[in-house]
């Protein structure tokens, strides 16, 4: 069974500085990976996804996360955070489930950019 | 851009109305999904349709139902409502060729039931 760990429910940083929002997971096979992204009143948005090529996954807004086997993480991170990047982040798994895929999200983290 | 339209952005009801959710995309996917969202909270998956068949619903109360007429639209019927059914519903679909799961979301209903 699959199932994703969010380390902090939320992060806060200030504008330019390193962002980390952390995820780990659990599969019993291989799996794919994403991050998603939350602005106020929207769905959600892929940010990035790995899905068994390179593990350094380089995504939309600056982002890029590396998928570390022998860690079981997938931790997304940015090297100068923007007041926009301010948002809800969600860090899903997939596994193949009766022929279909049906991602299991982590609880989310809030990113908070102070100026 | 999203690519899934969602009808209508907001919505309030009382709990003896009936009304619909509505959810519709042209990238030629061919499962679609209904989630609920509470406020600071990951979505809560509801119902797939895959390939225009109900092949997931997960333990969702029969005041919701769903409904795919064709591959394009997606449909949630809403009867008899509580007021804890006021959330964020999402619709999204993913393809179903190469598939990993990626979903593509729509903006989001956001219901309220007084």
């Known amino acids: 069974a699959q199932s994703v760990t969010q380390l902090g429910s939320h992060v806060s940083v200030s504008e330019g500085a390193l962002v980390l929002l952390r995820c780990n997971y659990s599969s019993s096979v291989p799996p794919y990976l994403f991050w998603y992204v939350q602005y106020p009143n929207q769905g959600l948005q892929l940010l990035l996804k790995?899905?068994?090529?390179?593990?350094l996954v380089k995504g939309i807004n600056g982002f890029e996360a590396e998928f570390k086997k022998s860690e079981t993480s997938f931790h997304l991170t940015k090297p100068s955070a923007h007041m926009s990047d301010a948002a809800e982040y969600f860090c899903?798994?997939?596994?193949?489930?009766?022929?279909?895929?049906?991602?299991?999200f982590g609880r989310g983290t809030s990113l908070i950019v102070h100026p | 851009d999203t690519e899934v339209t969602q009808t209508p952005k907001h919505l309030v009801m009382g709990m003896t109305n009936k009304k619909s959710l509505k959810c519709e995309q042209h990238m030629g996917h061919r499962a679609m999904y209904w989630y609920k969202q509470k406020a600071k909270k990951p979505p809560e998956l509801m119902f797939v349709y895959s390939y225009e068949k109900l092949s997931i619903n997960e333990s969702v109360p029969s005041r919701f139902s769903p409904e795919c007429p064709n591959s394009s639209l997606l449909n949630l019927h809403l009867h008899a409502l509580q007021p804890e059914d006021s959330a964020l519903y999402l619709c999204?679909?993913?393809?179903?060729?190469?598939?990993?799961?990626?979903?593509?979301f729509g903006e989001g209903s956001r219901l309220t039931v007084l």
């Open positions: 790995y899905t068994s090529a390179a593990t």
């Open positions: 999204a679909s993913s393809s179903r060729q190469g598939n990993t799961g990626e979903l593509f």
């Open positions: 899903a798994v997939t596994e193949p489930l009766g022929g279909s895929y049906i991602p299991t």
